[in-house]
């Protein structure tokens, strides 16, 4: 599978490192809600199709990218910065929209 690193262009899966799913939002870490904490650690949703996941180019220039890809086909839909997704997600909550 190749990933196409917004900085080093198409790379080989192996220099990169998975750091997670990216469909789901993490409790605040001074929560002490364990209902939150225990949803954000065990449950998952084992999807078919789409799926948004972050990954580290580990092997290269160490970006952090967002990337869309079918757990079906493993074909790439979408990759960006991290950084910017979070942005973006930040901006869609202040306007009381879906992140």
């Excluded at 190749?2 to 409790?27: F, V």
């Excluded at 449950?43 to 990954?55: D, L, P, S």
């Excluded at 990218?65 to 909550?93: D, N, Y």
Aim: charged share 25%.
């Amino acid at each position: 599978m190749l990933i196409t690193c917004p900085y080093c262009g198409p790379r080989d899966l192996s220099e990169y490192t998975y750091q997670g799913d990216a469909n789901r939002t993490r409790p605040d870490p001074a929560s002490t809600d364990k209902d939150a904490w225990y949803s954000y650690v065990y449950e998952r949703v084992n999807t078919a199709g789409e799926h948004r996941e972050f990954w580290q180019h580990s092997g290269g220039c160490r970006s952090h990218l967002l990337v869309t890809r079918s757990t079906l086909t493993h074909a790439i839909s979408f990759v960006g910065f991290a950084r910017e997704h979070g942005e973006l997600k930040h901006q869609e909550r202040r306007k009381g929209g879906k992140a």
